[in-house]
């Protein structure tokens, strides 16, 4: 499986929206569970939400909930991140991941090291 992550590049002022898309491509993409993360320059890779393979449970870490939500288009194979009322600390490089599940898993994986497949990353910059 392949995942692209786009959406981001240039500047965004704070307070503005954003919406990135992980578009998954190859065999069997319904069955995977997406994660996004972020890392920031120097800091350790985060998780910032993920959706399971149904798309029944969606989880938003504490530090963007309220501001981010996750969403999934089954038909277009593409899981998109909503990022809403931006700061400058949501500067840093976006990374959607995916993991093969089977359909009755309902809990969103949190951790990098569960994701076996990574998107590129799509930088995210937020200035005034």
């Known amino acids: 499986v392949q995942l692209q992550a786009s959406g981001g590049g240039g500047l965004v002022q704070i307070g503005g929206s954003l919406r990135l898309s992980c578009k998954i491509s190859?065999?069997?993409?319904?069955?995977?569970?997406v994660g996004w993360f972020r890392q920031a320059p120097g800091k350790e890779r985060e998780f910032v939400g993920g959706?399971?393979?149904?798309?029944?449970?969606?989880t938003i870490a504490d530090s963007v909930k309220g501001r981010f939500t996750i969403s999934k288009d089954s038909g277009k194979n593409t899981v998109y991140l909503q990022m809403n009322t931006l700061k400058p600390e949501d500067t840093a490089v976006y990374y959607c991941a995916a993991k093969q599940t089977i359909l009755s898993i309902s809990s969103v994986y949190t951790d990098t090291n569960e994701y076996p497949y990574w998107g590129q990353g799509t930088q995210v910059t937020v200035s005034s």
């Open positions: 959706i399971t393979r149904s798309g029944g449970t969606k």
């Open positions: 190859g065999p069997s993409t319904s069955r995977y569970a």
